[in-house]
């Protein structure tokens, strides 16, 4: 189910905006005029997977997420890095930060599951292993081309160029290190992950382990489900076979055409 509420000058969000759409995956909030949502405003869709926000005028973002959300898109908006509040959004996997102003990654704690990051369109200069590091699944990195514009930080470049080929992570589109003339790849010292990074990454690790844990109880209830409702219909398969097995043989036997009885001949007189 689909919710299209883009562009319609909404200004807040109540405990009750979304009481009856139980049922909803996607909403579409964006570019309204959003200043304020109550932090239990999205707590009835228990099945929300993709919300977008971008585009309006949050200054925070104080609310319970669902942990059905898997997409959030929040750029756009004047929220400040620290006002961000995604610790408890443990199941996204993709989240847009576009055209937030911001220097450098936001600290927001870690996301285990995100596995995409658009950053594109803000004013990056300082990015490091360490700001990446709470994202331990993360896969596609999405950024400005010019993240790294003066030469003086090719060395910088080229070792989150390091980091993020160790750990598999796509970056769009593409670092581009600029040294100067008298600058290589092998100018720059050997790359060292620093411990701090090591210490968030081993954290995010962590959490990963634990958090599926309530979806893989669901899961697991569900395959449950399944077993028996497969079983159940095998059941009545076999009973209604035996069932037409017993009928068709009743019925052949009514059918079989009966013997005529031999007439006994009353026996002569002598």
């Not at 905006?17 to 949502?37: G, Q, T, V």
Request: aromatic content about 6%; some cysteine.
């Amino acid at each position: 189910m689909v919710l299209d509420l883009h562009d319609n000058r909404l200004r807040t969000l109540t405990e009750s905006s979304f009481l009856h759409l139980p049922h909803l995956k996607i909403l579409y909030l964006y570019d309204n005029e959003i200043k304020a949502i109550d932090p239990h405003a999205f707590e009835p869709l228990s099945k929300l997977e993709t919300l977008d926000l971008k585009g309006n005028l949050l200054k925070s973002l104080n609310f319970v997420y669902p942990k059905s959300l898997v997409r959030l898109y929040v750029g756009n908006n004047p929220i400040p890095s620290d006002q961000l509040n995604l610790h408890n959004a443990h199941s996204l996997q993709f989240l847009s930060l576009q055209k937030s102003a911001y220097t450098q990654v936001p600290d927001i704690g870690v996301l285990p599951n995100l596995v995409e990051l658009d950053l594109t369109r803000n004013s990056i200069t300082n990015l490091t292993s360490v700001h990446l590091a709470p994202f331990c699944r993360l896969q596609m990195l999405l950024l400005d081309d010019d993240v790294f514009p003066e030469n003086e930080m090719f060395c910088d470049c080229e070792r989150l160029k390091s980091y993020t080929t160790a750990k598999n992570i796509v970056v769009m589109p593409g670092l581009v290190c600029k040294p100067d003339e008298s600058q290589t790849a092998d100018s720059c010292p050997a790359p060292v992950i620093p411990d701090e990074t090591l210490s968030r990454f081993s954290s995010c690790e962590s959490e990963s382990r634990q958090f599926p844990n309530w979806a893989i109880s669901s899961l697991l209830l569900v395959l449950f489900v399944a077993c028996v409702a497969v079983g159940l219909v095998m059941w009545r398969r076999r009973r209604d076979a035996t069932r037409r097995k017993k009928s068709t043989s009743a019925s052949d036997k009514d059918s079989k055409p009966k013997e005529p009885e031999a007439k006994t001949e009353p026996a002569l007189l002598a």
